[in-house]
Structure formats: structure tokens, C-alpha cells
């Protein structure tokens, strides 16, 4: 299956890189016992150092996300439950003068939200197009540290979604915020079985910090350069524990 | 990329008279350095996480081979290919190789070092395939048909009217007489031409950051999101990475991730940070039916086991150029290669030989702040060390810079003689310089000073003298 980059009088590609590497390491291939525990190595994935900036209450994340949220250009609206999505978009919207057509993700958590309380609200199901102004995705997972959403590719959740429209609006459970990256990821590992390679990465994870932007022009930063200009988060509170009043949370 | 770096001393001539260079300059140092040391601050573990950082990568380099395949065999089972690139060429005719079979004519691609040191576009386009550069720094020297001067900022020695510009005279098709009334109007057309690029595209092509052996991924970083929709929306997606770019899983990566942005831009972490497993799977909506990864060596192999090796902990975050008093005064152009300031000193020698780049370590100060700023603890000012050891060994070097050099290390192999030299040194040159505070002419170094006047060290030494500005600078931040 692996491709080999071989004109004629050289040993293939692998074989010269592998060769060149451990002639230079002045070792051959690695003996069995070797092998053997940087397999466990992979296996245990050890984490290092955490820093201590997230290790806070449940309510504390929440609000440590969303002052990283908002410290990265993006915003925040808390929402009690599912039924008051339709009307918090609508009002985003409003506010913002943007149009009511909304390109969602597939998601079941999205197609369950009870749309027809906001009869103006357009939405189509699906991947984004380029035409595409507002975007609704569902996010995975939520990380406190840095204010960023963990967004894997799948059937329900295209990535286009995350990057065509101007506006992005994510769909977004309190419980699924986290303290650290490393946390996220054992939500992966734990919840997500791929179909084509049995183990747990998808074809493509996104961890998004705001909305998008550029510095190119003499270092002065612009929002909303190739992808979303905005970043609008919808939080339901479904955690009890993070409804209670947070520590005071570090800017 | 062809390199002028033997012409380094002119080109850093041309670089100190150049007005709209040295604005630039001025302009960008106080931002880089600035945001840094807030983000650092602002974490107290990050010492220790560049330790942990050095560590990461020593261990995959002292067992790159392993890493190297079980990442490959990943890739692999996630529908994807590696095409194993020993050479420059090896890897342009893949990338090429792969184009004309999918009957490509446009491919647009991510920010890419890689793609620099190949010259990609050039050898797509000699074969009648339009590369477009995404980044917007890129896009703009793609028009300009300019190499980047820096490795994360590649157009920052232009200038608003540059932009304004180059995208007049690109952009025929929009009225001549159009107002770009702000920045922002400059990235608004920017943002609307690369739109229909990126649809129209049949490729793809990116960098990596880090490759994963536990998962068999690529990770890019990047601000824009051109990154992220050039490997989504084509058909196909290429990657470009060098060997060294392996970490063994993703709890390594993540610690690397956590020196990245803040080391590059002062960001707690980048906009978008994005993992690629192989190829769009069953049911899904969007993504590439074809995943490749040019793995490229290119002489990376051949600094195992020698005085460079550390070299290839390297992230390619730019915070030793930005910290450079050198790269500070001549930006990145006058390096002329790919890879400029200190890490660029250090590599640019071992991919393109020293008879090429040889004047490259001498460009420095010696200062060592590009290895204190370092997120994995290069020791770059010891490297360059050594490859004017060996230049001198090669005798390469002039007859009166082979004396000067031997005196200096000397002096410099001895610290306490060092310290005491210098503080002579800097007592003698305050005085000579005291009525002006600069001095237009220096004994031995005519070359230097008759660019630009040497400032005098008002009776310090460069240590005292930059511990002390560091602290009055934090204290304005
Ligand atoms: S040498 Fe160090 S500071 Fe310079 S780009 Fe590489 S990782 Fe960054």
C-alpha cells in the first residue's frame, strides 16, 4: 500500500530513511525488548504535566471557559435548557443584523431541539456551503484551559460546518467541559469507535479558540479572515454541579 | 528555493538601508517579544514544560526509526499513504506524481516550510499546474513573487501600501479606483478571491506541525482557517512533512501544543488546531477521498548522532529569530534561504552544505536569548559554535577572521576571562562613544559601522545592559 519514492540504482525510500536513520544512531533495527516498551509506552500514552490553571470546581471550568472564550473573541450565551435555543439564535441574529437561514450539522442533539417555536428560523441539515452565512454545530467536548471546543469529523458533525459561514454557532453542554486537553481526548478515546480503522481518532479533529483571524497585514489583528468571523457558543446548563457559584477564576 | 546565503554580508547590507524593511522591523519586535513573555508569564509550569518538551524529543529522535513505522502502518490502515522522500527530489516528483495523475490544474495550499524548501510551486507550475497560496502572508508574496522572510509572519516586512498595491495591480477585475478605507478591506478581498480558489481546487496541500505514531495523524496550526479548508474542500490532500516532525502520541503533542502558540504569537493556543487521520470515512458529508504524506528527509537523517542532532527538536515557532539582535536589524531575507535567524544558522549548513551557508553563524551576537526563548531548549549560540569550528577547520574563512576567531575562543572557552574582556571592552567603547552614545567607527569593523552606527554599551555589558531593559519592559506591558 505504501508508495515508495525509487529511481532507478536506489534502494527505496523507506528502506534508505529507516537505513540512514540508524546508521546514524549507530544501531540496527531496535531489538524486541526495546520494541516491546515503547509499544507499552503508546499503549499507556502517559500524560505529563498538567498545568494547574483548571484543576477548579465544575462551576469553576465553566467560568474559566468562558472567559477564555471571551478573552479569545468569541461569546457565551447560558441557556437553562434545549427549548430555549430557537429563541436565543433568533435574538443573536437580530442583534447582529444577520439573516434567519441556517445551515445545521445532522446532529440527533440538534434535530431534537424544538424548532418550531421559531417558525422563522430556516435550517437545513447538512454539510456547509460556500453561500453558507450561519452555521450551527454540535460540540463534542469543551476544554476550560484555553477556551477551546474539541469538534471530531463524523457523519452528524461535517467539518465544513465549523469553517465556511461568517457566523459559527455551537450547540454546546455544560457537562461536557473540561479542565485540560488531555481530558478531552480520554472522552474520544472512551466514546468514539472508528468504522474503517477500529480504534478511536476520527478522520479529523478540530480544536477551535475563537473565531478565526490574521495578523499578516503589519501585525495588526483582523478578525474573520478565512473561516467564521464570529463565534457565538449556546451552553445549556445541564450540569447541576456548575450552576453553583465559581471560585474567582484567573484572566 | 535557490540560495543567495553566501551573499549574506550584502544582502545585510541592502537589508540595514532598506527603509520599509527597517520599519517593519521596528515595528514587529516590541509585538512578538511582548505578547510572548505576557503568555509565559501567565503560565507558571511553562519552564518545566519545555523540559518535559526536550525530553518528548529526544526520546522520539533516539527512536525515530520506531516511531517512524508505526506511524506509517497508522496512516495506512486509515486509507492514507506515505510516500518516503530521501531527497528534494524524491519528494517534488511525488507531490507532482500525484497532481497529474488526479488530472489536477489547481491546487491550493496551507502555510508550508517544507513546501519553501522544495520549491513546490515552481515545479508545479514548470508542469503546468497553478499552485495558490492561501496564508495571507503567502498569498501576497505569491503575488510579489517573494520568498517569506520569516517562518510564521512571512510578509511582515510589507508595509499596508505594499498590500494596497500588489492587490491593484493582481485584481484587475475589481474597479481600479476602489478606497481600502481600513486593513480590514485588504482582508475582505483577500478573503473573497481565495473563496472561489479554494472551491475550485482538485488538491490540497499542507504542512504538519507534529505527526502522531499513536494515531497515524497530522496536526496543522494555524489563525486563518485557510489550513483547514484547503485539506477539507479538494478532493485530494497532500501533506508535507519532514521526519522530525514525530511526536509518539497524542499527550505528547498536546504538551508540545502548549509551548507552540504561546512561544510563536503570545497565544494561549492557536485558532485552529486540527488532527488528520486518512481519508473521509464511510457517511461522512466532507473531506478527502485521498490522504498522502510526503515524508521527507532531505539530510535530516544525517544530523543523528552528531553535534547537531538537537537541531531537529526544532518546532518552528520563530521565537529565536524574534529575540535576535541580528534577524532584528537585517529581517529574514538577508539569511537568504528558507530558514532565517538563529535556527536557520544552525540548519540552513546541514541541508544545503556550508560552502553554501558557511557566513550564516557568524551572524550572530552570541547573546544567547534565542536558546533562553527556545521551547525545547536548543542550544543554538553552541551549534553555531561548532560550525565555525569547523569552517575554521575547512579553511574557509578569511585569513584575519581565522585569527580574530581563534583569540575568541580563546577568550570565550575561558568565562571568567570572557566576562572580565567584555567588561573592559564595553568601559572602553561608553567612553569612546560617551559624547554621542553612538560610535560611527570601530576598530576591525568598518564593514559593520559603515551601515549603521554602533550603538556604545554606556559602560554595561550586554547582559547587564538587556536584564535591565527586560525589566523596565515588563514593567510598561
Ligand atoms: S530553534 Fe527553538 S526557538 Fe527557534 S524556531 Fe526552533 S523551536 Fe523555535
Known amino acids: ?251 | 528555493m535557490l540560495s543567495t546565503s553566501p551573499a549574506f554580508k550584502e544582502n545585510a547590507h541592502k537589508a540595514i538601508a532598506d527603509v520599509g524593511l527597517q520599519k517593519a522591523l521596528t515595528r514587529t519586535k516590541p509585538h512578538f517579544q511582548g505578547r510572548r513573555a505576557k503568555a509565559v508569564e501567565a503560565l507558571p509550569e511553562f519552564e518545566r514544560l519545555r523540559e518535559i518538551g526536550r525530553d518528548i524529543k529526544n526520546h522520539t529522535l533516539a527512536n525515530l526509526d520506531f516511531y517512524l513505522e508505526t506511524w506509517a502502518g497508522n496512516v495506512e490502515r486509515a486509507g492514507g499513504q506515505v510516500h518516503w522522500c530521501a531527497t528534494a527530489d524524491d519528494a517534488r516528483a511525488a507531490v507532482l506524481g500525484i497532481c497529474e495523475r488526479v488530472g489536477a490544474k489547481t491546487v491550493t495550499k496551507g502555510k508550508s516550510m517544507i513546501s519553501e524548501e522544495l520549491g513546490i510551486n515552481e515545479h508545479l507550475e514548470q508542469h503546468g499546474i497553478t499552485p495558490v497560496e492561501t496564508d495571507l502572508g503567502e498569498y501576497i508574496l505569491q503575488l510579489r513573487r517573494e520568498p517569506p522572510s520569516h517562518i510564521i509572519a512571512p510578509a511582515f516586512h510589507l508595509n499596508r501600501e505594499d498590500w494596497e498595491e500588489s492587490f491593484r495591480r493582481a485584481h484587475t477585475d475589481l474597479p481600479a479606483d476602489r478606497v481600502f478605507r481600513e486593513r480590514r478591506d485588504i482582508l475582505t478581498e483577500a478573503r473573497a478571491k481565495l473563496r472561489a480558489r479554494f472551491l475550485a481546487a482538485d488538491v490540497g496541500i499542507t504542512g504538519a506541525n507534529f505527526l502522531i505514531a499513536e494515531t497515524g495523524s497530522s496536526v496543522i496550526v494555524t489563525n486563518e482557517g485557510n489550513g483547514d479548508l484547503t485539506q477539507t474542500l479538494p478532493r485530494v490532500h497532500i501533506v508535507l512533512a519532514s521526519i522530525e516532525k514525530m511526536v509518539p502520541t497524542l499527550e505528547d503533542a498536546t504538551n508540545m501544543l502548549r509551548l507552540l502558540a504561546r512561544s510563536a504569537t503570545g497565544q494561549d493556543f492557536s485558532v485552529y488546531t486540527t488532527f488528520s487521520t486518512g481519508v473521509r470515512r464511510e457517511g461522512d458529508l466532507d473531506g478527502p477521498e485521498e490522504y498522502h504524506v510526503i515524508l521527507l528527509d532531505n539530510g535530516r537523517s544525517a544530523m543523528l548522532g552528531t553535534e547537531f542532532q538537537d537541531m531537529l527538536r526544532c518546532i518552528r515557532c520563530a521565537a529565536c529569530m524574534n529575540h535576535c539582535p541580528v534577524y532584528g536589524v537585517v529581517g529574514g531575507h538577508a539569511y537568504g534561504w528558507v530558514y532565517p535567524g538563529p535556527m536557520g544558522a544552525v540548519l540552513t549548513p546541514t541541508l544545503i552544505g556550508i560552502d553554501q551557508a558557511g557566513n550564516l553563524p557568524n551572524a550572530s551576537t552570541f547573546c544567547g536569548k534565542c536558546e533562553s526563548v527556545c521551547p525545547v531548549k536548543i542550544p543554538l549560540p553552541k551549534m553555531m559554535r561548532h560550525w565555525r569550528e569547523r569552517e575554521f577547520e575547512r579553511h574557509l574563512t578569511p585569513g584575519a577572521v581565522r585569527t580574530n576567531l581563534a583569540l575568541w575562543g580563546f577568550v570565550a572557552r575561558r568565562p571568567g576571562l570572557y566576562r572580565l574582556a567584555t567588561r573592559i571592552g564595553a568601559g572602553v567603547l561608553g567612553w569612546l562613544g560617551r559624547r554621542r552614545g553612538r560610535l560611527s567607527r570601530f576598530p576591525f569593523a568598518g564593514g559593520w559601522t559603515a551601515g549603521r552606527d554602533l550603538p556604545t554599551p554606556e559602560g554595561e555589558t550586554f547582559f547587564a545592559r538587556y536584564a535591565s531593559e527586560q525589566r523596565g519592559k515588563r514593567g510598561r506591558a
Not at chain 1, 479558540?209 to 467564521?228: C, K
Request: no cysteine; charged share 25%; aromatic share 4%.
Open chain 1, 1 to 251: 500500500m505504501s508508495a515508495e519514492a525509487s529511481p532507478p540504482g536506489r534502494p527505496p525510500g523507506r528502506v534508505a530513511i529507516l537505513g540512514a536513520i540508524r546508521r546514524h544512531l549507530r544501531r540496527g533495527a531496535l531489538p524486541e525488548d526495546q520494541a516491546a516498551m515503547l509499544r507499552a509506552r503508546l499503549a499507556a500514552h502517559p500524560r505529563h504535566l498538567i498545568p494547574a490553571r483548571s484543576r477548579l470546581s465544575r462551576a469553576g471550568q465553566v467560568a474559566l471557559f468562558i472567559a477564555n472564550v471571551e478573552k479569545e473573541f468569541g461569546s457565551v450565551a447560558r441557556l437553562a435548557d434545549a427549548r430555549a435555543v430557537p429563541g436565543a439564535i433568533a435574538d443573536y441574529l437580530a442583534q447582529q443584523n444577520l439573516p434567519s437561514e441556517i445551515v445545521m450539522a445532522p446532529h440527533p442533539e440538534l434535530r431534537e431541539i424544538p424548532w418550531a417555536e421559531r417558525p422563522l428560523l430556516k435550517l437545513r441539515a447538512g454539510r456547509a456551503e460556500a453561500s453558507d452565512l450561519v452555521s450551527l454545530q454540535q460540540g463534542f467536548a469543551a476544554i476550560a484551559e484555553t477556551g477551546t471546543l474539541m469538534l471530531p469529523a463524523a457523519p452528524e458533525r461535517p467539518t465544513t460546518v465549523n469553517l465556511l459561514a461568517d457566523t459559527a454557532l455551537v450547540l454546546l453542554r455544560a457537562s461536557r467541559i473540561v479542565g485540560a486537553y488531555e481530558e478531552a481526548w480520554d472522552l474520544l478515546r472512551a466514546e468514539r469507535r472508528d468504522p474503517l480503522t477500529g480504534g478511536f481518532m476520527p478522520r479529523n479533529v478540530m480544536l477551535v479558540t475563537g473565531p478565526s483571524r490574521s495578523a499578516d497585514i503589519e501585525q495588526t489583528l483582523e478578525l474573520g479572515a478565512h473561516g467564521p468571523r464570529r463565534l457565538h457558543i449556546l451552553l445549556l446548563d445541564d450540569d447541576e454541579a456548575a450552576r453553583a457559584t465559581p471560585e474567582s477564576v484567573p484572566k
